[in-house]
């Protein structure tokens, strides 16, 4: 019995060995539990036995710790209480690059706190007026966590503060003004957040030291003027706002790093040069690209011979011939796409050594290319010109090890055959002069050699036979007729002279474009600027708006189907409910939402500003949306023919071939796709954008299928634009989509909309596609007065799920995976936002049950 006795004493007295060596109540005895706590173990390389100061990344003074470092150990988890919170001298914390999700109550206690660094955790809460605690903080970097809610007033106490990174969170509402008094910041950077409203007054002038602002990514609104009174700066970033005004107002000494991209400034900026107060030869970084600026480029932009990177792109410049840039020799980086430029590419170009990236595209130059400096280049794209002649041999050696390049659509002759058919078709697309790609033997499969001429004189008729093929189409594009939906497609012409108001009514709705003439009104395509369509090519479209061409009439409005010219197949969603924004802002919107790009999502291909109307322009999916194939037939399809005969089946190449429709849906595996590639789309929106996008009105008819049957997600972003106060958002919400914490609140209650908002959303579907029923209003076995989720939860929680799923994909052998689904839905649909799980979890969690083929 002693020995056993001992044994365990001796077992207890090594757990709690690294207690025992640091007293309770010292400083080593606090971060000694907190890093333990956290996660963190000796094989980390802590001694916990030894004395604390003589540990990695702990400083002290005087036996007090006055530092502490423990960046990228993760540490996760909760940060504990009466830990490190009780280190009353300490003055330096960097818990970066770990996994800390919130902090502990008396961490606000840290009164003696200099510099402060938890970036790049996991911390999900508003950010508390306990900042104010911090008095004598110089240095707090909070940037790449999950903080929400407004910045506090109360970060007005922090008068030592220098240096402010909230960057990369999702902080909302104005910047506050009690930022104004902290005099002594040299650096702020607020980007990647969800600020919006205007700048406090005086915002610039509050901060005679400051060096670097950084604002990029928000919704702030504001003028040049805001910017009157720079002392200081050097590094200026706005980018991805809504300022506007002059840029010339914008240009002020001493700054050097200038970003005012995706906004909506205005001005001839040639007229930049009447600024005599700013030296151009300081100026390293500049990029004004997507704005309104017009005129010419700078003339003196020759003076900025130490500029490093230049992006002009996507403005509203008068044609001009390309801009003598020949003394800025230390580009790295040029963009002039989109600029209206003509005539040659500047010969002195292919003297620029440093040069890595250089983007001409989508300009009317022509001319060859020059022989350009070849040996830092990176990046090349001369898409969508008028260049002919030879591509430089010395750059065609070059391209294999090129991060990427685009010679497309240009009249240049190409003689090489070491490309792929892959690399051919992408980055050398629409050269007409191709020698010899259509012929190129790499690109066929031969049986003998004596075969080559017969193949080769073969494949120059298939050439000549598609070419004249593909001038038909675009002749006779506009008049394209399908057995399922024929309509009189006007032509542009006719058009031409039609004037407006126009009036439209659909079943439910009238809505007005107050547009006096149908030409005057452009329609703005994203991946072909250079096209001039109008809201008469609108019109002609879809038979001014025609009820045969309705597709659907939605929350936001009705849906239209048409080809603009050229064959372009779209549809056509009209905002008809109006918006709060402004036509500039709108479009500022729309643009941005155009730029998003997914697998997954239905790409928005351009817009048009009608009177009040926003007409958003997205490519059609061939195969209508997942409430239609659930539980209706095809909206807009005009046709006699019986479509529920046909039938589907799987074969070896992807699981899924098109030999019908409503067989379609008795496969699981379809099912699955649909819900997998639906939850990357809204991780993609919730995780992969910044600011990140929250969908508000996600249900089964926002899932469209496209022609190769994949599942893309529609109607992201339009929210926003359609300018309604939350409550509308909500009482607007589908029956049966609309998460309980919504229906719960009493009038006047305060709701915010999350992502979780989503998830839930998600959850019905997920339901819906298991099971094969309506959210509400279906017949649900043994239950009365329910809906889809409470009889699905219920057979969850009495592990009876299986009797859930639809009979049409019962018996396959896959009932484990089906039930597994929903038990995914489950969690999606907690009544408590915070139980469920995100869609990035989500992804996973279907990604874990993915049938395999021929299962």
């Known amino acids: 019995m002693g020995l056993g006795f001992f044994t365990s004493f001796l077992i207890l007295a090594l757990f709690f060995r690294p207690f025992l060596c640091q007293q309770p109540n010292t400083d080593g005895f606090f971060v000694s539990d907190f890093l333990q706590k956290m996660g963190l173990s000796s094989s980390k390389g802590y001694n916990f036995s030894a004395p604390i100061c003589t540990w990695q990344g702990v400083f002290c003074e005087k036996e007090n710790v006055v530092g502490l470092v423990a960046s990228g150990l993760g540490l996760s988890g909760l940060i504990p209480e009466t830990s490190i919170g009780k280190l009353n001298k300490l003055e330096y914390l960097d818990l970066s690059n770990n996994k800390i999700t919130a902090l502990s109550s008396d961490f606000w206690s840290l009164g003696s706190l200099k510099a402060l660094k938890l970036s790049s955790n996991q911390i999900s809460e508003p950010l508390p007026n306990n900042i104010g605690n911090f008095g004598l903080l110089e240095s707090l970097d909070l940037s790449s966590n999950n903080f929400s809610g407004t910045i506090p007033e109360a970060i007005s106490s922090l008068l030592s503060l220098q240096v402010l990174k909230l960057d990369r969170n999702r902080f909302e509402s ?30 610039v002038a509050a901060f005679p030291k400051l060096k670097s602002l950084n604002l990029a990514g928000n919704g702030i609104r504001g003028r040049d003027s805001d910017f009157v009174g720079i002392k200081s700066m050097t590094y200026l970033n706005i980018s991805r706002n809504l300022f506007h005004g002059s840029v010339i107002g914008v240009f002020q000494e001493p700054l050097e790093m200038i970003d005012l991209s995706q906004n909506q400034f205005q001005g001839h900026i040639s007229q930049v040069h009447f600024n005599s107060s700013f030296n151009w030869s300081h100026l390293v ?200 939906w024929a309509v009189k497609q006007n032509s542009y012409k006719e058009e031409q002279i039609v004037s407006g108001p126009f009036s439209f009514q659909t079943d439910s709705t009238t809505w007005v474009a107050d547009v006096k003439l149908s030409t005057s009104v452009p329609v703005v395509i994203f991946e072909k600027p250079l096209l001039n369509f109008t809201f008469a090519d609108l019109l002609s479209a879809t038979s001014h708006f025609d009820r045969g061409t309705l597709l659907a009439e939605g929350r936001f409005g009705p849906v239209y189907r048409g080809f603009l010219p050229g064959g372009i197949h779209v549809a056509v969603k009209v905002l008809v409910h109006g918006s709060t924004m402004t036509n500039q802002e709108a479009a500022r919107e729309l643009e941005h939402l155009g730029r998003i790009k997914h697998p997954n999502l239905v790409p928005l291909t351009g817009y048009c500003l009608a009177g009040d109307q926003r007409i958003a322009i997205y490519d059609y999916m061939e195969n209508g949306n997942l409430q239609n194939l659930l539980h209706d037939l095809p909206l807009g399809v005009q046709t006699t023919e019986d479509w529920s005969t046909d039938t589907w089946e799987e074969d070896e190449n992807d699981g899924i071939q098109n030999v019908g429709s409503e067989g379609l849906l008795t496969t699981w595996r379809f099912r699955h796709k649909i819900a997998l590639g639906t939850a990357r789309a809204l991780a993609f929106l919730h995780h992969g954008c910044s600011p990140s996008i929250i969908h508000r009105d996600f249900k089964a008819s926002s899932v469209y299928l496209d022609s190769n049957l994949e599942p893309r997600l529609s109607d992201f972003g339009l929210a926003k634009i359609f300018g309604n106060g939350l409550e509308d958002e909500i009482a607007c919400g589908a029956s049966g989509y609309v998460p309980p914490e919504f229906l719960q609140l009493e009038s006047g209650s305060p709701k915010t ?101 021929h299962q």
């Open 753 to 853: 909309l999350t992502p979780k908002s989503d998830v839930y959303g998600f959850g019905v579907v997920l339901f819906e596609l298991i099971t094969g029923k309506k959210p509400v209003e279906d017949d649900y076995p043994d239950e009365k007065e329910a809906n889809l989720v409470t009889w699905v939860r219920g057979l969850v929680r009495k592990n009876q799920g299986t009797r859930a799923i639809d009979p049409k994909i019962c018996g396959t052998g896959l009932e484990t995976q089906m039930g597994e689904a929903l038990k995914i839905g489950y969690l999606c649909t907690a009544d408590l936002p915070l139980k469920r799980p995100s869609m990035q979890q989500i992804v996973g969690l279907l990604k874990d049950i993915e049938p395999v083929l």
């Open 174 to 203: 104005r910047i506050p003004s009690g930022i104004l008094n902290l005099h002594s910041l040299v650096s702020i950077d607020l980007s990647s957040n969800q600020l919006d409203g205007s700048l406090p007054d005086g915002f």
């Open 285 to 484: 970084y500049l990029d004004l690209s997507e704005n309104h600026l017009s005129g010419e480029v700078f003339s003196n932009l020759h003076d900025a011979h130490n500029l490093k990177h230049l992006n002009l792109a996507y403005n509203r410049f008068s044609q001009q011939t390309f801009p003598e840039i020949s003394r800025l020799s230390g580009l790295e980086y040029l963009n002039l796409s989109g600029t209206n430029l003509i005539g040659h590419i500047l010969a002195e170009i292919s003297e620029f050594p440093t040069l890595r990236t250089l983007d001409l595209s989508k300009n009317h130059l022509n001319g060859q290319i020059p022989l350009l400096s070849i040996k830092n280049l990176q990046v090349l794209d001369v898409s969508n010109n008028n260049l002919s002649g030879d591509i430089p041999v010395s750059l065609l050696e070059k391209l294999p090890w090129m991060e990427k390049f685009n010679f497309s659509y240009n009249n240049l002759t190409l003689c090489a055959s070491e490309f792929s058919p892959e690399t051919l078709q992408t980055a050398f697309i629409g050269s007409l002069n191709s020698c010899p790609i259509a012929a190129n033997p790499d690109l066929f499969r031969r049986k003998s050699p004596q075969h080559r001429g017969l193949k080769l004189a073969l494949a120059l008729a298939i050439s000549l036979v598609c070419l004249l093929v593909g001038l038909l189409f675009l002749a006779f594009g506009c008049r394209r007729k399908t057995r399922m």
